[in-house]
């Protein structure tokens, strides 16, 4: 039986300029919603179709300098791939930020939630 590799640590770029992250979620929507109906059997009987949307969560470490403008996110382009480069790609494109938030605890280093909604995702 050959020894199998899996996805580690991964690399955040935004915009092509590597983030220092410590976690990431994320998280797709299909839009697809529960049809319910009255009828004899007494259950739903489908679904309908609607707007996938994807929502990303990083917590990011605060650097001591130079530091991007979270609030103002606009338009950017989010990409994720494992570390060493080897595997594929996940592209986040057209990323805007909705909601930022600062974390300081006695024993970590301060770190910055940001929310993030995306318009497309692609895998390359």
């Not at 580690?8 to 299909?30: H, K, M, P, R, Y």
């Amino acid at each position: 039986m050959a020894l199998e590799e899996y996805i580690g640590s991964i690399v955040l770029e935004i915009d092509s300029q590597e983030i220092e992250i410590t976690d990431l979620d994320v998280q797709n929507s299909t839009g697809r919603k529960l049809v319910k109906t009255m009828n004899k059997t007494g259950r739903a009987k489908g679904f309908a179709r609607g707007i996938a949307t994807y929502e990303l969560s990083v917590s990011a470490v605060i650097p001591d300098s130079d530091e991007p403008d979270w609030e103002n996110l606009e338009g950017v382009k989010v990409t994720l791939y494992p570390l060493g480069n080897t595997g594929k790609r996940t592209s986040y494109l057209d990323c805007f930020t909705t909601e930022v938030g600062e974390k300081y605890t006695v024993d970590n280093e301060a770190k910055i939630d940001i929310k993030l909604a995306a318009l497309r995702k692609v895998n390359a």
